[in-house]
């Protein structure tokens, strides 16, 4: 993996995990927890693929195993989201643009629901039956109406967060290619600002280069 992918990447699950640590597992919410780890990696496996995916669900999972107040076998969520970010990144077109967010919503579901499926198994694997007292029919749905309803809030922001790292020519798309990053949301995410931007010098290097064209040819009177 390159640098920066590192570096955005362990940012964003550092900030993810201690959202979710500190703030939404005390909401006391019935059924699942808001999984913002797994919508992080969601995000980022959108954009670098299967490869770095894995590598980056398996790291955010072992965080995750380590963080208070974990009471799990150790590598048990890290083989969750390893998984889990491999098959996200198989969404990923071999050109790197998603034009709809309807892939990745769908995503969202089958993630949510194979994450918590995959989770019991281990346990039971393990001698974990904690799922079972919950009630895994409302787990199952309770951690896919959370992760949907926080998805438009995050996997998009993360997507154009890891399009700009990445330097990808992509994350300035013309009208005809919109990126599923600033469709998403209607209010953008960032992307349209870059455009505003490239348009902003080129139209001061139009006028530098005119006023320079003014001054040679008086200069030749």
Known sequence: MRFNRILLSSTL???????????????????????LVLLTVLGLAFVYGHV????IGFGAGLLADLAPPADHAL???????????????LIRPENGQIRSATGPMVGVVVAAIGSTLLYAGVGALVGDTAARHVGLTSLLFTAVL??????????PFIMALARRAENDPLAETTPAATDVSSGWLSSGTGLRIGRQRGGLRMKA?????????????????
């Open 13 to 35: 699950i550092v900030v993810a995990l201690v959202v979710q640590v500190s703030v939404l597992a005390r909401l006391q919410l019935p059924g699942a927890v808001p999984d």
């Open 52 to 55: 770095s995916g894995a590598l």
């Open 75 to 89: 590598g048990r969520y890290a083989l969750v989201l390893c998984v889990i970010g491999y098959l996200a990144g």
């Open 146 to 155: 959370y992760d949907l309803l926080l998805a438009p809030f995050t996997v």
């Open 205 to 221: 290097a139009r006028s530098r280069a005119s006023r320079a064209g003014r001054i040679k040819g008086i200069k030749r009177l």
